[in-house]
C-alpha cells in the first residue's frame, strides 16, 4: 500500500480520491427532458442551409482544389491544345503532369488575386484613416456637435485599425500559402518537363 493512500481525503483533497460510488442512474423526467432539449437545435434542414453549413469551417480554401474552369484554361493553355478536356490528359504521362501544372497555376492565380484585393482594401483603409485624422478638431470641443464629430471620429479610427490589423494578419497568411504555391508550382513544372523530354 502505497503512503498516500493512508493519509485522510481532508489532506489529500477530494479530487486527489477517485468515488468508489456507483453514479446515480438518470429519472425517466430527465431523460425525456433530455430528449426535447436535443430535438430543439439538430442544425440545418433544408438543402440550402446544409450546403452553408458545409462551409462553416472554410477560411479561404487555398487547400482545396481550384475552380474547374481555371485549371482547364490553364491546361488547354500548357498543351497548346484548345481542345484538350482533364479525363483525357490523365491517360497519358504528359497528360497528367500537365493536369498538376494546371492545378498549381489556378490555385497560385487564386491566391494573388485574394492577395491584390486585400492590397486595394488595405489602400482604401489607409486613406479613409488619413482623411478621419484630417477631419478631427484639433481643439478643444466647443459645442456639443464638435464633441459628438469627435468622439465618432475616434470609434471609428478605432474599428479602422482593427479592421488593417485584421488584414495584416490575413496578408501575413497569405504569404505563407503564397509560398507554399510557387514551391508547388515550380515541381510541377520540373515534373511536366522531365515528362515532356521523355515523350519527344
Known amino acids: ?25 438518470t429519472s425517466s423526467r430527465k431523460a425525456i427532458s433530455n430528449l426535447k432539449n436535443a430535438q430543439k437545435s439538430t442544425g440545418p434542414k433544408t438543402a440550402a442551409g446544409k450546403r452553408r453549413s458545409r462551409d ?12 474547374p474552369s481555371a485549371t482547364l484554361e490553364h491546361l ?9 478536356d482533364v479525363v483525357s490528359s490523365l491517360q497519358t504521362e504528359v497528360g ?14 487564386r491566391i494573388l488575386e485574394d492577395r491584390s484585393t486585400l492590397q486595394v482594401i488595405d489602400r482604401d ?3 479613409e484613416a488619413e482623411r ?13 456637435e464638435e464633441a459628438w464629430m469627435k468622439e465618432a471620429l475616434t470609434f471609428l479610427l478605432k474599428c479602422n485599425h482593427r479592421s488593417r490589423r485584421m488584414f495584416k494578419l490575413q496578408f501575413n497568411q497569405q504569404t505563407r500559402y503564397l509560398a ?18 521523355q515523350k519527344f
Do not use: W
Not at 56 to 67: S, V
Open 76 to 84: 488547354r493553355r500548357i498543351l497548346s491544345d484548345p481542345d484538350a
Open 180 to 197: 507554399q504555391a510557387h514551391a508547388t508550382r515550380r515541381k510541377a513544372l520540373l515534373h511536366f518537363l522531365a515528362a515532356s523530354d
Open 125 to 127: 483603409h489607409a486613406s
Open 132 to 144: 478621419m485624422a484630417e477631419a478631427m478638431p484639433r481643439h478643444r470641443s466647443r459645442n456639443k
Open 1 to 25: 500500500m502505497r503512503k498516500s493512500s493512508m493519509l485522510p481525503p481532508s489532506i489529500l483533497g477530494r479530487h486527489s480520491v477517485p468515488s468508489l460510488q456507483p453514479r446515480a442512474p
Open 96 to 109: 497528367r503532369a500537365a493536369v498538376a501544372l494546371a492545378v498549381a497555376e489556378a490555385r497560385l492565380d
Open 56 to 67: 462553416n469551417a472554410l477560411r479561404h480554401g487555398y487547400n482545396t482544389a481550384p475552380c
